[in-house]
């Protein structure tokens, strides 16, 4: 776990490597945070809930760094608004990195001894979090550049987005029953994702393909976007509201759609499989098809059918605790339990996710509007 705790601190760095000194303090949305402010964030982490616990007369790097750099915890004390981490001009990007390095040597030291299973977990929910962090940091970074005037290139070959892809346009049948969901294990998992548990399925086919940019242009070109009827009320608003005509970056120039990857602008790949739309324009496009979107619970039972990673998948399913769910005591116990309230269920991975960091019962979840992770759509329909 050691070695896992090194690999994932200098991967996050080393994303961060072609970035300039400016590049890591603007923030461009209230869900996208700053680079310095996530490199520092996840180094809090450890030492919050690590070595402020368990080293003996552990000096802090910096009493303010506490405040700075909590997110959401309440348990552990005031903290900045979330608004408001771009203006964190100081502490200077140095003093952030040289944090890190602080950290990484206490928690190295610390774990050259043998430590209790208790602690262990610690850094294994640590790791885990820093994970979700670098994906975070791909997508934030990406809004960041293409929120640019010029649309800033993250490097030339930095687009995630793939060139080929092969579409067999095959379905799976699954038949109605009762089928066990949720994780059951000795490997890592969260715990909103824990609590095995049995629920009754009818008759459905689930797409083994994800749907392609081709399929979401045709939905465009036939007034999907000016359709009232084919959208949730709040979609619709979303729409209206927003102006929006296609999916974030994408552009349309002499009749032919571009889109912002982070290696520059690119021509759409009509085949390519078709990524940041939110669970508006999903649930809209799958009612264009007449089909809808599968429920988490459809899609766990279905999963080793098909193939899955690329995409975070939409689901029809509300974010809800699992039957059993109990919040943890104390600050980590605000990790998921909290936001299971006016979000949506997103299954799989993408291709910004760290690697090993994906299993079928992990239950990702963002509100239904935001649609700048690498989220896609896979068709389910009744029988």
Partial sequence: MLDH????????????SPLSIEDY??????HASPMKW??????????????KKYVEEYQEFDAQFSYLFNSYYNNVGDRIARNNRGVLTRPSVKEVYAYRTHVDQHILSLFQNEQPKELLDLLEIGINHEEQHQELMVTDLKLLFF????????????????????????WVDIDEGIYEIGYKGDQFSYDNEQGKHKVYLHNYSIAKDLVCNEDFMAFIEDGGYQRFDLWLDEGWSWVQEN?????????????????????????????????HINFYEAEAFARWKGMRLPTEF????????????KRWEWTNSAYLPYPGFKTADGALGEYNGKFMINTM??????????????RKTYRNFFHPHYRWQYAGIRLAKSL
């Fill in 5 to 16: 705790y090194i690999s994932v601190r200098k991967q996050t760095e080393n994303f961060c």
């Fill in 25 to 30: 303090t603007p923030q461009v949305a209230l």
């Fill in 38 to 51: 996530q490199l520092g964030h996840t180094t809090w982490f450890f030492e919050t809930f690590i070595l």
């Fill in 147 to 170: 929120s640019h005037p010029f649309k800033t290139t993250y490097k030339e070959n930095g687009s995630l987005l793939e060139d080929k892809v092969h579409y067999f346009n095959e």
């Fill in 243 to 275: 102006q929006v005509n296609a999916p974030l970056y994408w552009e349309k120039k002499n009749e032919e759609w571009y889109q912002f990857t982070l290696g520059g602008m690119k021509k759409v790949n009509p085949k390519a499989i078709l990524s």
């Fill in 298 to 309: 459809e899609w766990e039972v279905a999963a080793e059918k098909f193939e899955w990673g």
């Fill in 345 to 358: 269920v997103l299954r799989g991975s993408s291709v910004a996710t760290s690697p090993n960091h994906s």
